[in-house]
């Protein structure tokens, strides 16, 4: 693979034109503001030429504001706008454009981007490349999809022990508000094993996003795509972003890479993706979500994975946030039931001030048996067995009824259990792990 050239002036006149031909075509269809609402309006004359997904602009004060078809009717189309305030009256005229698309570039790497793939690092323009993307692709069907990969070593170590992965895999990371979902995921998204890294963060507050790039990338930060669309940004754009980063890291994967894609956190997707179904006049049918969301989440969801034969594969971590730590939410059940594990944060390990507070007993990875050799399994077996004995005689303990000598088991889970935890700890400045069964077995010999 030859390094990208830069973009000469030339190039960079010849893309700008090609876009703006696509972005305001000479002649398009229009059509007429018939009706104005708070989060969207309504274009009577277009409902023959709109397919759903299309886009719809209007003249603004700078420039055309652009906003995407999600209903048509015999009487007219519904169109939610990606920013701004509506600023249009009955009777505006409107034309018709095609659906949004991205033109990425290995150069993307180490750059910010929105949701409609503009550059917000402030380092100018991106360089856009010949492939044209849709965010909104299909997965590759399953058959035709190549294998999994190998083992995927993340450097953290609670989840390389207890819920390893493999290239390929989907996995969330579940947990209520401030547990520790993004910081572990950042943790994750310096692993050293990747080509790429993907990130799109959604609803996240902006403050979060600049730690992220300036604090916990680290190595990785010029390996790596932002996609952000923080939480004062329309459902539009939230809806939009983490598909847009998946375009992205389809991009690479499909140029051979192994490309680790990050979401935080798909719930806020699965808000945003609920206010569009809703504005698009949807019926809410499971605790205020329409259907649509339930079927736009896996669409999402199985999009991460090995690509074609012969490409690279997408490792898809998700995090995924539980409404008053309640693990049974529509959504959290949706997206559990789509992905190849999940790694439960609970506040309780949190609060004993244990990060990353993951519950190695609830934590699953579909595919550790893959990783985990027959030693390595029992292990972790033994570990999870002591965990469990430790847990559910605290109370027991706290109480003074534990006498060390009854019971042989319990001595062994005291005695190991504190230093097996101890072992675990890790934040974004640790030293990753290199192989954390050698680790512990040091440990818990000494
Ligand atoms: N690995 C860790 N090491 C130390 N502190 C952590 C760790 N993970 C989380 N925390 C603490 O928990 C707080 C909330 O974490 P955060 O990742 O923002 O949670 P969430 O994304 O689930 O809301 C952080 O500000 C930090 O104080
Ligand atoms: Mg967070």
């Known amino acids: 693979m030859s390094p990208p050239r830069p973009a000469n002036a030339l190039d960079r006149l010849a893309d700008a034109v090609g876009r703006a031909a696509r972005d305001v075509p000479l002649v398009a269809e229009g059509g007429v503001v018939a009706a104005v609402a708070p989060g969207h309006y309504r274009v009577g004359g277009l409902s023959p030429f709109l397919k759903l997904g299309e886009r719809v602009a209007i003249p603004g004060a700078d420039g055309p504001q652009i906003g995407e ?20 009256r009955l009777g505006t005229r409107t034309w018709r454009m095609e659906p949004v698309s991205l033109q990425p570039d290995p150069t993307w790497k180490g750059r910010v981007v929105d949701a409609l793939g503009r550059p917000i690092d402030g380092r100018g323009p991106l360089r856009h490349g010949a492939t044209i993307v849709h965010p909104f692709r299909e997965p590759p069907p399953a058959m035709r999809r190549a294998r999994l990969g190998g083992h995927f070593r993340t450097g953290v170590r609670a989840i390389d022990l207890f819920t390893p992965l493999c290239a390929g895999q989907r996995i969330g990371v579940f947990a209520g508000s401030g547990v520790g979902k993004s910081t572990l995921i950042s943790m994750l998204a310096a ?5 790429t890294v993907v990130i799109a963060l959604v609803g996240e507050r902006g403050r979060e996003v600049r730690e992220f790039l300036e604090e916990t990338l680290g190595a990785n930060r010029d390996k790596a795509v932002m996609v952000v669309s923080t939480g004062d940004e329309s459902p539009m754009m939230r809806r939009l972003a983490p598909n847009t980063a998946m375009a992205i890291a389809e991009f690479f994967r499909d140029r051979g890479e192994h490309v680790l894609l990050i979401a935080d956190s798909v719930t806020r997707y699965a808000h945003a993706a609920r206010d569009v179904a809703l504005a698009a006049g949807e019926p809410a049918v499971s605790r205020g979500y329409p259907p649509s969301v339930f079927s736009d989440l896996p669409r999402l969801l199985e999009r991460a994975g090995p690509g074609y034969e012969g490409t690279g594969t997408i490792t898809g971590i998700f995090s995924v946030l539980v409404d008053g730590d309640d693990h049974n939410d529509p959504v959290a059940d949706a997206i559990r039931g789509t992905l190849d594990g999940h790694i439960v944060l609970e ?13 190695p007993l609830t934590s699953i990875s579909r595919l550790s048996r893959k990783v985990w050799s027959p030693e390595e399994q029992a292990l972790v077996r033994s570990f999870c067995a002591l965990i469990a004995r430790f847990e559910e005689t605290r109370d027991l303990r706290l109480m003074g009824a534990w006498q060390p000598g009854a019971d042989p088991d319990l001595d062994r889970a005291v005695a190991i259990v504190p230093r097996l935890y101890d072992a675990l700890r890790q934040d974004p400045a640790s030293p990753k792990s290199e192989d954390p069964y050698r680790e512990l077995a040091v440990l818990l010999k000494g």
């Not at 009487?75 to 509506?86: D, H, L, Q, S």
């Not at 390990?349 to 507070?357: L, S």
């Open 69 to 88: 078809v999600v209903r048509i009717d015999a009487r007219g189309a519904t169109v939610k706008p990606f920013e701004g305030a509506i600023d249009a």
């Open 191 to 195: 692993a050293q094993t990747v080509d």
């Open 347 to 359: 506040r309780w390990i949190a609060d004993r001030g244990r990060y990353p507070a993951m519950n």
